[in-house]
């Protein structure tokens, strides 16, 4: 078992700026934040591989930005000129090749004036 905690979320004025950090007990290849909005489906925000090649989604590209730090098995979301449309849960969630994939508990990020 893989265990996962994030930190970071908070409430923010629109144009504001959030860092989530997600950190892992073990070594991981995948590291990827998923978000959850009220009413809607979760969806992946970004996601980033061991040799630090990202990914994101349409809506976020240009605002925010994932990273790693393998020796501490963290991932961290840097959240700049957010929108009250990011409001949402965020989640980490990791994935070994050899044991599986596993969630963090999630953490709220508000978006607000």
């Known amino acids: 078992q893989v265990q996962v905690v994030e930190s970071g979320g908070g409430l923010v004025q629109p144009g504001g700026s959030l860092r989530l950090s997600c950190t892992a007990s073990d070594s991981i290849d995948i590291m990827a934040w998923y978000r959850q909005a009220p009413g809607k489906q979760r969806e992946l925000v970004a996601s980033?591989?061991?040799?630090?090649?990202?990914n994101y989604a349409d809506a976020v590209q240009g605002r925010f930005t994932i990273s790693r730090d393998n020796s501490k098995n963290s991932v961290y979301l840097q959240m700049n000129n957010l929108k009250p449309e990011d409001t949402a849960i965020y989640s980490c969630?990791?994935?070994?090749?050899?044991?599986?994939?596993?969630w963090g508990q999630g953490t709220q990020v508000t978006v607000s004036s």
């Open positions: 980033i591989t061991r040799v630090r090649s990202a």
């Open positions: 969630y990791v994935i070994s090749y050899t044991r599986g994939g596993y």
